[in-house]
């Protein structure tokens, strides 16, 4: 499975962005998708998940502001994020494991980052 993260950008407080994270390969239907979230010299962070089922789970820090969904027909899932602060800022990935959870290392494939960018 190949991952390609996008929708990153420049925006301001307040703002809404739509991050996806298109995937090839087969058996995307059957993966829980994971957004993450890094900035240079820290750990990744975990956004939230969006199982196989549909079931989501987010970040304590997230829950209101980002909604993660999943479109199996396209192979793609989204991160919606609304209200978006400056300590939003860093680059976002993606990752696909059939048993993801909340642990970066529970991911078997991995999208490149999208910067998001959220200054006045």
């Known amino acids: 499975v190949q991952l390609q993260a996008s929708g990153g950008g420049l925006v301001h407080p307040g703002d809404s962005l739509r991050l996806s994270c298109a995937a090839s390969g087969r058996s995307f239907s059957t993966y829980n998708l994971g957004w993450f979230r890094q900035a240079p010299g820290t750990e990744r962070e975990f956004v939230g998940i969006i199982g196989s089922g549909g079931y989501t789970y987010y970040a304590d820090s997230m829950k209101g502001r980002f909604t993660i969904s999943r479109d199996n027909a396209k192979n793609t899932a989204y991160l919606q994020m609304n209200n978006l602060k400056p300590e939003d800022t860093t680059a976002y990935y993606c990752?696909?494991?059939?048993?993801?959870?909340?642990?970066?290392?529970?991911?078997?494939?991995w999208g490149q980052g999208t910067l998001v960018t959220v200054s006045s």
């Open positions: 990752a696909a494991g059939a048993y993801g959870n909340s642990i970066p290392g529970s991911y078997d494939y």
